[in-house]
């Protein structure tokens, strides 16, 4: 009967926007750790060996000439559950669109009344069973935007100006769902123009990208330039208390 690996302590290590989750396990001898090697290779998770998929840093670690065994696993777990939102699209099919996310219907459609003179007033009616239908008020350039829901948070991204190249930007709302008036909880600008080229007047677009993480009761929204930009923060961070 094969002896019973031992898994050691986990460990977990953030490197840049991405978890790394290891088991230690305690020093072993030479035969002991092939042992330990093939015992682990049969139970249900995958053992990666270092040196082929592990980053250079972390293959560090065996220059230090520790004795001791190593594995990278792949763990689902909330606590670490960081990733990019799942954005839908309105405004690109006529005046009136329905968008279902799982157990939350948004319809967002043209208000009767646009007081700006362009067809930019918005009107959004959220349902979600067991509640009354909440509606929200809103604004968009050019009368296109998106929305995603994220726990009890919706996300409305938006239009801000209209005109030339650079006049619109984009701004995201945190919404709280599950109330009558949809709370506004945060409103973040998440793209810029600038002009990056002396020699040519037209500006570049910068957009943020936004990851929600949720940890215990509060939610972390993070808006992180893909690449780090003079004049603009790499990162924009809100942290919304869970409504319990």
Known sequence: MPRQASLGIPLCIRRGRSFYCFSVAPFTTGSEQRELNRDTESLACTTIAIGRVVPAWLRSISRLRM???????????????????????????????????????????????????????????????????????FS??????????????????????RGTAGARVE?????????????????????????????????????YQLEVQTKGDHATLSFVLPKPRYGLPLQKIVRIKNDR
């Open 67 to 137: 004795r001791s065994s190593v594995s990278l696993w792949l763990v689902l777990s909330p606590l670490f559950a960081m990733g990019d939102v799942r954005w839908h699209k309105f405004g690109t099919s006529g005046d009136k669109e329905t968008i279902v996310v799982g157990h939350v219907t948004v319809t967002v459609e043209l208000q009767k009344v646009q007081t700006s003179g362009f067809p930019d007033d918005l009107l959004m009616t959220v349902k979600i069973p067991g509640h009354n239908p909440s509606q929200f008020y």
């Open 140 to 161: 968009s350039s050019y009368g296109f935007g998106s929305v995603a829901v994220q726990g009890s948070i919706l996300l409305l991204k938006y239009g801000v100006g």
């Open 171 to 207: 701004h995201v709302k945190a919404l709280r769902l599950g109330h009558q008036n949809l709370d506004e909880l945060a409103d973040v600008q998440c793209s810029y123009w600038i002009v990056t080229n002396p020699h040519n007047a037209g500006p570049n677009e910068f957009h």
